[in-house]
T-cell receptor
Framework: GENVEQHPSTLSVQEGDSAVIKCTYS??????FPWYKQELGKGPQLIID?????GEKKDQRIAVTLNKTAKHFSLHITETQPEDSAVYFC?????????????FGAGTQVVVTP | EAEVAQSPRYKITEKSQAVAFWCDPI?????LYWYRQILGQGPELLVQ????????DSQLPKDRFSAERLKGVDSTLKIQPAELGDSAMYLC???????????FGSGTRLTVV
């Protein structure tokens, strides 16, 4: 089955700096890689995703890169703001699963200090 | 913006008691998931429905957990009897036809005492 590993587990950055979270996956058939942001007491919210046919996708201050050969993908947040403080989860679909099941990483606690 | 509704938001129950959670997915979403999230960890799939049918319950502890989606719309997850180790956030998510991303609800925080 799919195994998704996420690093680091915690990340503290100064406001305005960049944050990078990295994930690796094991299933070479995986082709969909979303990122979720979870604020305290709330459910995860999809913030960006990438399909395997592209190497990079950007949406304002957030971007995701994918290296299929190395089986890793990363989330980049630029010009961080206090409201970016949250837990971020990466995920990958199970390539052989036709029902869209996702395997999640363990999460990264991001703290942005003013 | 369409949301996945879950209730209750919080539930405290004594061990050995029964507890139930309810989820109403986004209208028209055929695929519904129940995930369990232990504090400090990522969500783990418990059960997945396609319309009213279970398509994956391989990680559901069937001796005490059950899930149903009788009319293919809303869904109920039940635990009986609850154990201390069941304390977690129970998340429901739904996905539309042809889409890849899930929409999660706000979850039910269960505490078993």
């Amino acid at each position: 089955g799919e195994n998704v590993e996420q690093h680091p587990s915690t990340l503290s950055v100064q406001e305005g700096d960049s944050a990078v979270i990295k994930c690796t996956y094991s299933d070479s058939a995986s082709n969909y890689f979303p990122w979720y942001k979870q604020e305290l007491g709330k459910g995860p919210q999809l913030i960006i995703d990438i399909r395997s046919n592209v190497g990079e996708k950007k949406d304002q201050r957030i971007a995701v890169t994918l290296n299929k050969t190395a089986k890793h993908f990363s989330l980049h947040i630029t010009e961080t703001q206090p409201e970016d403080s949250a837990v971020y989860f990466c995920a990958a679909n199970l390539g052989t699963d036709s029902w869209g099941k996702l395997q999640f990483g363990a999460g990264t606690q991001v703290v942005v200090t003013p | 913006e369409a949301e996945v509704a879950q209730s209750p938001r919080y539930k405290i129950t004594e061990k050995s008691q029964a507890v139930a959670f309810w989820c109403d997915p986004i209208s028209g979403h055929a695929t519904l998931y129940w995930y369990r999230q232990i504090l400090g960890q990522g969500p783990e799939l418990l059960v997945q429905f396609q319309d009213e049918s279970v398509v994956d319950d391989s990680q559901l502890p069937k001796d005490r957990f059950s899930a149903e989606r009788l009319k293919g719309v809303d869904s109920t997850l039940k635990i009986q009897p609850a154990e201390l180790g069941d304390s977690a956030m129970y998340l429901c998510a739904s996905r539309g036809q042809g889409q890849h991303g899930y929409t999660f609800g706000s979850g039910t925080r269960l505490t078993v005492v």
